[in-house]
């Protein structure tokens, strides 16, 4: 599976947008990215995922860029529940036992 | 959505001793099942593939003596830390997919909330 490279940390304001940077220059057209979160002490939570079309959920936005090299998650309105480990992962969907590799993530503070 | 339960959420026991942590698909079956480990400040780490009504797959360096992994049924696998020492103190995590009629490759893992094991 591609590496993905995210910063360490990054603080921001609540009620303001957060956007999430994630380099996937490595990504092959068959791979998914994926992002999730950690809210300390407890397991992670999924938060959206695409292959190349931009997609929103209830939680999220995910930008692709075009040539998939890098993607942006936009938490729209943050709150203090949001602070949180948010982890970018791409990967091969095409079998069932297809497991998750974790990176170090970005640790995103989200302050009053 | 679908749910992944684990138990117990947090265990303490004695260096030597055995303690099993259970982790069930709640509203789906899961034929694949997968066990993390997670260190304090550090990111979850693959122990190993947990298959329904086959051994488990197990990541390099992880000793299957140790860790052991069942899963009987589509729904239940349980992770044995055996003759634990303080060094396995960790928080252990399992996740699954859902993979019913319909369900894509493509779904995302679902995780549990996690067990925390504290050795003494």
């Known amino acids: 599976d591609a590496k993905t490279t995210q910063p360490t940390s990054m603080d921001c304001a609540e009620g303001r947008a957060a956007n999430l940077p994630c380099n996937h220059s490595?990504?092959?057209?068959?791979?998914?990215v994926y992002w999730y979160r950690q809210i300390h002490s407890q397991g992670p939570q999924y938060i959206i995922h695409?292959?190349?079309n931009n997609e929103t959920n209830e939680m999220a936005s995910l930008i692709i860029t075009e040539d998939r090299k890098s993607s942006t998650l936009i938490l729209p309105h943050a709150t203090l529940r949001d602070t949180a480990v948010y982890y970018c992962?791409?990967?091969?969907?095409?079998?069932?036992?297809?497991?998750?590799?974790f990176g170090g993530g970005t640790r995103v503070l989200v302050k009053p | 959505g679908a749910v992944v339960s684990q138990h117990p959420s947090w265990v303490i026991c004695k260096s030597g001793t055995s303690v099993k942590i259970e982790c069930r698909s709640l509203d789906f079956q899961a034929t694949t099942m997968f066990w993390y480990r997670q260190f304090p400040k550090q990111s979850l780490m693959l122990m190993a593939t947990s298959n329904e009504g086959s051994k488990a797959t197990y990541e390099q360096g992880v000793e299957k003596d140790k860790f052991l992994i069942n899963h009987a049924s589509l729904t239940l696998s349980t992770l044995t830390v055996t003759s634990a020492h303080p060094e396995d103190s960790s928080f252990y995590i399992c996740s699954a997919r859902d993979l019913a009629p319909g369900g894509v490759y493509n779904s995302p893992l679902h995780f549990g909330n996690g067990t925390r094991l504290t050795v003494t």
């Open positions: 490595t990504i092959s057209g068959n791979e998914y």
């Open positions: 992962i791409v990967r091969v969907s095409h079998a069932a036992g297809n497991k998750l590799t």
């Open positions: 695409g292959l190349k």
